[in-house]
């Protein structure tokens, strides 16, 4: 294991090379570390401001092997990082945060559900289903309409569908792929929201105010934060968090999608092992941003402080959106953070604009 | 020449790889661009948040050919910039800002302020000479004590010394280099403060709140920005930054010391053509720093906003005073900047904090 807190002009190694590896490794740099990334992309966004790159599948132990000669603390930008990956590094003696425990929840719906629950943290009712059969069956007590998705994978709406009669549960099976699903009952929520916290290695709980997410076919398009709450349940968000960062044990930035429910209470949707897209408000809204929190937490440094200092409405820039940059550079108001990707795929996250305004 | 403004995701190329490099390479990495380093030094701070590097002398032809192929604006981390390598670049159709006519007056410093006093800018009086004699009759005219500096490079104090008779002149010019000198009559200034402004490809100019500076031993210590200054001061400071912008057609962020006088005169003592370690503060004092406007304004792209959203106290981290980085972490009110570099040697500027206040 490393010596931490992990001091400057040491190397941190991340697994991932997108827009979320490349703003980590950025506020890294602010802190005079050094970046490692591995990827299996050449030339990926985080690649291009990074000390190191080692290309190739993330479960590939010579990368691995190359990764943790680089680095002794690693962390990720995505949660479907495989297991074995964390456990062969581990083995190398690589400090990996957040650790095997959060994976493993983020990675499976039904876990993530049934440790939310045990741990206190609400939910919508749930049942899991390996068959058609145990679909259509369990949709018998449930009830209808549900929301049908893969137990693993599947992200920005993708692998999921409405059922809206038993009956129609083993076609919806095949659609998702015919894997394993989680069906969940309607949330029936009033807004959706987002609490972004970190947990350092000494257990210590950092978190920052609550974020209105609007979403388009399944996909983040604005967050406004801080969202205008009531003190209980900013009150209520912050113990979900604590308890959430408490019971996985967990080290690093945690992104947690809530529910609003019309009578105040907040049910947990998904929770996310990594940086956050309805964090990245916090970049132009907090003095220490959400990824600069990150690398604080997972390198044992002590927390910032997570409090807005600006009103802030986050807009992604989906494909071509992005090339708007002049004439949104242009807007006083607004901070630009373009992810230097090359190919404006439509819809695909290019960038985003902070639009400030006071408190 | 490129096309302006340069679109995200083109190269930037920067001339020097230190802390004022990297701190450029990270701002240009949060708008989408890719960056090119020219260092003579292997693994240099800003080489290792960077796509590219070319290890090089700066007035290497091969180097700058080896950047003008990768980068097509080109810009620099400090103000000794071989003249003949921007015009070798500019041969080589690539566009170098800040421009030839801004390095060639700040790296002499009688034509600096020559040319400031000819744009209307007041300065100390000063004296050219070129040898130990004509050092000793200048100071007939201009009086004791001086300060006698070469008039080429020296920064930090260095290069300098103060003589106290005429007598003493020919002892000192040769202490200093037996070089090239400039005599300045003292400034009896009350306080040194410093004005960052930045003007863009199109003329636009943008200039941040005055910061009032302390140094140490010829080197900056710390800096108070927004300086408490009355509305005329600040005015004064503006009308100061736009007469120098404007008279060197200047492209870029520029750096302008003054010596404030007791009568509320501004006097400007040196412009340094780049960005400034009096500008720091706007790091987290400001929406836009002064790195991300420098990169604005050398790729074409609009000026962004430049008023304070905090007090911001910054102090320069020294040789071993980084060691307490650890401890500047866990302090609330402290953003922390620290620059990769390996070797903290006595008095090296290893990184700097910036300690907030609301405004």
């Known amino acids: 294991m490393p010596k931490l807190p992990l001091p400057p002009g040491s190397t ?72 074995a990956s ?15 425990r959060a994976l493993a929840i983020a990675q499976d719906r039904v876990a993530e559900k049934t440790f939310l629950n045990e741990a206190g943290v609400a939910t919508v009712a749930f049942a899991a289903a390996d068959t058609a059969q145990a679909a259509q069956e369990a949709m018998a007590s449930l009830g209808a309409p549900v929301l049908m998705k893969t137990r693993r994978e599947g992200y920005d709406g993708k692998g999921q569908r409405w059922v809206e009669h038993a009956a129609e549960a083993p076609v919806a099976f095949e659609a998702v792929g015919a894997k394993p699903v989680i069906l969940e009952a309607p949330a029936n929520f009033v807004r959706e929201l987002s609490v972004i916290a970190a947990r350092g290695r000494g257990g210590e709980i950092a978190v920052y105010p609550l974020a209105e997410n609007h979403h388009e076919k399944g996909v983040l398009r604005r967050t406004y934060a801080p969202a205008k709450v009531t003190s209980e349940t900013a009150d209520q968000a912050e113990r979900i968090a604590a308890k959430i960062l408490s019971g996985l044990d967990y080290v690093g930035v945690i992104g947690i999608e809530l529910f609003e429910l019309a009578d105040g209470r907040l049910l947990v949707n998904e929770i996310a092992p990594r940086v956050h897209n309805t964090g990245h408000w916090t970049m132009d809204g907090c003095e220490v941003d959400q990824f600069e929190q990150h690398i604080r937490a997972v390198a044992g440094w002590p927390l910032g402080p997570t409090h807005a200092h600006a009103q802030v409405e986050m807009l992604n820039l989906l494909g071509k959106e992005a090339d708007a940059w002049a004439k949104l550079a242009g807007e006083p108001e607004t901070r630009v953070h373009l992810y230097g990707k090359r190919d404006a795929k439509p819809g695909r996250k290019m960038g985003h604009v902070n639009r400030l305004r006071p408190l």
Do not use: C, S, W
Not at 48 to 56: D, F, I, L, S
Not at 86 to 100: D, F, I, K, N, Q
């Open 86 to 100: 964390v456990e062969h590094l581990t083995a190398l003696g690589v400090a990996v945060a957040p650790g095997a």
């Open 12 to 83: 941190i190694g991340i697994l991932g090379g997108g827009q979320l590896g490349r703003m980590l490794a950025l506020a890294a740099g602010r802190l005079g570390f050094d970046v490692a990334i591995l990827e299996p992309e050449v030339g990926a966004p985080a690649t291009r401001v990074a000390a190191h790159t080692v290309v190739g599948a993330y479960d590939d132990p010579t990368a691995l092997a190359a990764l943790a000669k680089l680095a002794r603390v690693v962390t990720f930008e995505f949660e479907n990082v495989p297991a």
